[in-house]
């Protein structure tokens, strides 16, 4: 069993950066690829980040890529989604889920996730 807690998220005005956090318990947060997800109202949830248990593998969904930066620290047990030039379109509830394996074809599949965290609200203004 893994429990997710995510923060930092918050109102911020359009092209500013914000930096989430997503706390997970359990001694063994290190052997869990990490991933982001997010849900805007009305849209189905959907993928941002995931990384590897070492942290060396890392992959972005093309909306956020270049502007977006997830990384771990698992002596902390936490993961992190750098978002920077955030635009409106960024706006959603964010996610953080845990999953075994890193598998090309599903790490942007959350039903591929086994643990979710309850999200924190990212808004950006326009």
């Known amino acids: 069993q893994v429990q997710l807690v995510e923060s930092g998220g918050g109102l911020v005005q359009a092209g500013g950066s914000l930096r989430l956090s997503c706390a997970a318990s359990?001694?063994?947060?290190?052997?869990?690829?990490m991933g982001w997800f997010r849900q805007a109202p009305g849209k189905e949830r959907e993928f941002v980040a995931v990384i590897s248990w070492s942290g060396g593998n890392t992959y972005y969904a093309d909306s956020v890529k270049g502007r977006c930066t997830i990384s771990r620290d698992n002596a902390k047990n936490t993961v992190y989604l750098q978002m920077n030039s955030l635009k409106p379109e960024d706006t959603a509830v964010y996610y953080c889920?845990?999953?075994?394996?890193?598998?090309?074809?599903?790490?942007?599949?959350?039903?591929?996730?086994?643990?979710w965290g309850q999200g924190t609200q990212v808004t950006v203004s326009s």
């Open positions: 889920a845990a999953k075994r394996a890193y598998d090309g074809s599903r790490n942007a599949n959350s039903g591929a996730y086994d643990y």
């Open positions: 359990g001694h063994t947060f290190s052997s869990y690829v």
